[in-house]
T-cell receptor, first 114, second 113 residues
Framework: DAGITQSPRYKITETGRQVTLMCHQT?????MFWYRQDLGHGLRLIYY???????DKGEVPDGYVVSRSKTENFPLTLESATRSQTSVYFC?????????????FGPGTRLTVL | ELKVEQNPLFLSMQEGKNYTIYCNYS?????LYWYRQDPGKSLESLFV?????AVKQEGRLMASLDTKARLSTLHITAAVHDLSATYFC?????????????FGTGTLLAVQP
């Protein structure tokens, strides 16, 4: 499918487990982003990547790890999940023009940490 | 640190009425974006505003940007139920470096028949 996809769409895990959320885009956008959405906080940037093998921290990176070995994939790993990481996670990618930072979002992954 | 504030946070309005959502931000930026989110769904890009005085319209929605006042507005004309959703504004985090968007907390719009 064209566009940006995330998997799984829903995930329940336990405290202390490692979890990886996947993100795949077919547009060949160089920039990709991970956000979490929580009530009262809007969307907060976790990590972003400017290109393969280039990543940088956002507002709330603690407890998360990212990698970008291929342009189209940008997985997010929770190394040891905590209850505070229960959230909806959105992946996004950006149009390639320098004038605008219009970002296109995936469908989201709802993660529950018990 | 860039902060983005939206108001109101919740808006209940009747069909056919007009209303405006406000987005204020705290530091200089000349790029602002509006998104729509339906319940349980992803974010959909509505408008991209790239300069002072920019105005964009799509159907019953019109967005404008005043970079001097650090203010964007999303005006709703003759609201219909289908416009019920949460609306977010987002601002580029650093002037000239378009890597990060800072989002407002969103405005939940409920249009009542």
């Amino acid at each position: 499918d064209a566009g940006i996809t995330q998997s799984p769409r829903y995930k329940i895990t336990e405290t202390g487990r490692q979890v990886t959320l996947m993100c795949h885009q077919t547009w060949s956008h160089s920039y990709m982003f991970w956000y979490r959405q929580d009530l009262g906080h809007g969307l907060r940037l976790i990590y972003y990547s400017a290109a393969a093998d280039i990543t940088d921290k956002g507002e709330v990176p603690d407890g998360y790890v990212v990698s970008r070995s291929k342009t189209e994939n940008f997985p997010l790993t929770l190394e040891s999940a905590t209850r505070s990481q229960t959230s909806v996670y959105f992946c996004a990618s950006r149009t390639p023009t320098w004038e605008a930072n219009e970002q296109f979002f995936g469908p989201g992954t709802r993660l529950t940490v018990l | 640190e860039l902060k983005v504030e939206q108001n109101p946070l919740f808006l209940s309005m009747q069909e056919g009425k007009n209303y405006t959502i406000y987005c204020n931000y705290s530091t200089t930026s000349d790029r602002l974006y509006w998104y729509r989110q339906d319940p349980g769904k992803s974010l959909e890009s509505l408008f991209v505003l790239l300069s002072n005085g920019a105005v964009k319209q799509e159907g019953r929605l019109m967005a404008s940007l005043d970079t001097k006042a650090r203010l964007s507005t999303l005006h709703i004309t003759a609201a219909v139920h289908d416009l019920s959703a949460t609306y977010f504004c987002a601002v580029d985090g650093r002037r000239g470096a378009t890597n990060k968007l800072i989002f407002g907390t969103g405005t939940l719009l409920a249009v009542q028949p």
